[in-house]
């Protein structure tokens, strides 16, 4: 028999688990906000680097110096860029192979690596 005890506590759990996973989200689109965001700096610094070689080039002055900090800056941005993305995969692959320790996605049996039964 089901008390009224049990489902509230059920009740509880799930509304637990539902803003666990809320949070989660919003994360997320917040990690994936800051790689747009990356990524448009980096296509305006493309853009700009195009220009100025171009300019350069005609005026006959030497951009290198310049070069080099955008290129610096270009760096900076992919490499933000790679560690935004493991972040990611960490909060969609939240479930670790206790074999092997490779996350695997939420809803996974097995590892897709070594093949284990994933426990939870
Ligand atoms: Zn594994």
Same mark, same amino acid.
């Given at each position: 028999?089901?008390?009224?005890?049990? &489902?509230?506590?059920?009740?509880? !759990?799930?509304?637990?688990?539902?803003?666990?996973?809320? !949070?989660?989200?919003?994360? &997320?689109?917040?990690?994936?906000?800051? &790689?747009?965001?990356?990524?448009?700096?980096?296509? %305006?610094?493309?853009?700009?680097?195009?220009?100025?070689?171009?300019? %350069?080039?005609? !005026?006959?002055?030497? %951009?290198s110096s310049l070069v080099d900090d955008c290129v610096e800056r270009l760096?900076?941005?992919? !490499?933000?860029?790679?560690?935004?993305?493991?972040?990611?995969?960490?909060?969609?692959? %939240?479930?670790?192979?206790?074999?092997?320790?490779?996350?695997n996605p939420d809803d996974a049996v097995y590892c897709k690596k070594c093949?284990?039964?994933?426990?939870?």
């Open positions: 028999m089901t008390t009224f005890e049990d &489902v509230v506590s059920k009740a509880k !759990s799930v509304a637990e688990t539902a803003g666990k996973k809320t !949070s989660d989200f919003i994360e &997320v689109t917040k990690l994936r906000l800051d &790689v747009a965001e990356l990524e448009r700096e980096m296509t %305006a610094i493309f853009e700009g680097l195009g220009r100025m070689v171009y300019d %350069a080039k005609k !005026s006959g002055e030497d %951009a760096d900076e941005c992919q !490499s933000q860029i790679d560690t935004l993305r493991r972040t990611i995969d960490e909060y969609r692959y %939240a479930v670790r192979c206790k074999t092997c320790g490779l996350p093949g284990a039964k994933i426990e939870r």
